[in-house]
């Protein structure tokens, strides 16, 4: 196999070697992007007056050629090549003879590799982001239904504060927005032509790069050639997008792996998407949450990888860059895999309301308790050691707040009147809420609004 730099070698390269270097395995995922950026360069060339009108057109001719080949047999990408850049470069050589050498006139791998790995990502972020958007309807579908349940909330993993089923599945849906707009950065980021970077210094033909930009749809170019030939900061920022929507979910998992859960069952996981035990029959497990739990380190690790991959290169283009595209294919992999099925699982899961209205009642009322005596004129301080004292003794005595007698509310303060045993109740605690952001069902309701608003728009 020849290399498209075999004529400054006396020998032939180490066929070992040359073959672990090579990228074309992985990066075939990016053949459309490669021709795509090549027509555009033909056009440049042409209009740069490189290449004839003619030229132009049998090199188009021959790459749309290549192209469609390609598309209808994905498995005849292959080959002994370096990498898809080579494979493209071979087949049009092969197609057209001589007029297909003079394609690669003013340009670099550096450079085209970096504008296929824009256009991918300008293709496939927003198949990502229709992911994020879909188990974002399937929380607002949940929370829909839910209507006014009730649940418990937790801090430090205890029993804190009675919060409306929708406002908790709400609170996973707000993270997974701010991915998509993450995700939608990324792509921006990602908009700029890094060609007429050569493969450092620019290019000595008059291409107009402003007028390639247009064809290939960038909104701008990168301001440096020597920046752009190893700049994978859009790369970068995909990765961490990727990394945090994954540890977004596995956060989402991880909630329903414990709610679903013996202990809790404030849901229930539908049959098809729980596992069972080869040996304990009662076992109904959630292995397809903890796999995306697991599955998150991969996709932290791609960018912790490509931080220390890029962090001690000198200026300029270098091989280790190679090792980018690994990380972003895999963390994409990852990632839609992740959100099919989560979404899969929050459409699945089905309510158990008894249960859950049950754990939201009880001592996690504590907190309305005082805000009674405050609203009778107490400092707030006073009003939580006095709660706390009656907390101590219904701990003590395994009691809760509506057993208490009212001799026995007036001994703890007698600023609790009669009306206290019908203000404490975990619906009179939601309702109690005044702010937009709280578990008010009102509030609530206009967050639910506000979110399906937001996915009729996506
Ligand atoms: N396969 C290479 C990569 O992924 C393409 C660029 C090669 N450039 C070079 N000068 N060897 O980075």
Redesign the pocket.
């Known amino acids: 196999m020849s290399t498209l730099?075999s004529g400054r070698f006396d020998a032939a390269p180490d066929a070992a070697t040359l073959e672990w270097g090579?990228?074309?395995g992985f990066?075939r995922r990016l053949f459309e992007d490669d021709v795509t950026g090549s027509l555009a360069w033909a056009r440049a060339l042409a209009r740069a007056g490189v290449l004839s009108d003619g030229e132009a057109a049998a090199i188009a001719a021959a790459l749309t050629r290549v192209l469609e080949h390609g598309r209808s047999d994905p498995s005849s990408v292959t080959g002994p090549d370096?990498?898809?850049?080579s494979f493209v470069e071979r087949l049009l050589v092969q197609e057209l003879g001589d007029a297909g050498k003079r394609l690669h006139t003013g340009r670099?791998?550096?450079e085209?590799?970096s504008v296929d790995l824009r256009l991918y990502l300008r293709r496939r972020i927003p198949i990502l982001q229709g992911g994020v958007a879909r188990v974002v309807g399937a929380l607002a579908r949940q929370a829909r239904s839910a209507g006014d349940a009730l649940m418990p909330s937790f801090t430090h993993f205890r029993p804190a504060q009675p919060v409306l089923v929708a406002h908790f599945l709400m609170a996973h849906a707000a993270p997974l927005r701010r991915d998509h707009q993450r995700l939608a950065a990324a792509r921006g980021e990602a908009d700029a032509l890094p060609l007429g970077s050569g493969?450092i210094a620019g290019t000595s033909y008059a291409v107009d790069v402003e007028a390639l930009a247009r064809d290939l749809g960038f909104s701008r170019i990168v301001p440096n050639s020597i920046d752009a030939s190893s700049d994978r900061d859009f790369a970068l920022s995909f990765l961490y997008a990727c990394a945090l929507t994954m540890v977004h979910l596995s956060r989402l998992a991880e909630d329903f792996i414990i709610f679903c859960g013996d202990e809790h069952r404030f849901f229930e996981l539908s049959d098809a998407l729980s596992t069972g035990s080869s040996m304990m029959p009662q076992k109904k497990n959630p292995d397809p949450l903890e796999l995306v739990r697991g599955k998150t380190g991969r996709a932290i690790g791609h960018l912790m990888a490509m931080l220390t991959t890029i962090k001690g290169l000198p200026t300029g283009?270098n091989?280790d860059?190679?090792e980018?595209?690994q990380a972003v294919f895999d963390a994409e992999d990852t990632l839609i895999g992740c959100l099919t099925v989560v979404e899969s699982v929050v459409n699945g899961v089905s309510l158990n309301r008894a249960r859950a209205e049950a754990a939201a009642s009880g001592l996690l009322l504590a907190t309305d308790v005082a805000d009674y005596l405050v609203g009778r004129g107490v400092p707030f301080r006073t009003a939580h050691e006095i709660v706390g004292a009656i907390v101590r003794k219904l701990v003590a005595e395994q009691r809760e707040f509506g057993s208490l007698t009212p001799a026995e509310w007036h001994a703890a303060s007698d600023r609790f009147g009669d009306d206290i045993v019908g203000r404490v109740t975990p619906r009179m605690s939601v309702g109690a809420k005044r702010t937009p952001q709280s578990t008010a069902p009102e509030a609530v309701g206009a967050q639910l609004a506000e979110l399906e608003q937001w996915l009729e728009r996506c």
């Open positions: 730099w090579s990228s074309f990066d370096e990498d898809v850049h670099s791998r550096n085209q590799v493969a283009y091989k860059l190679q980018d595209k």
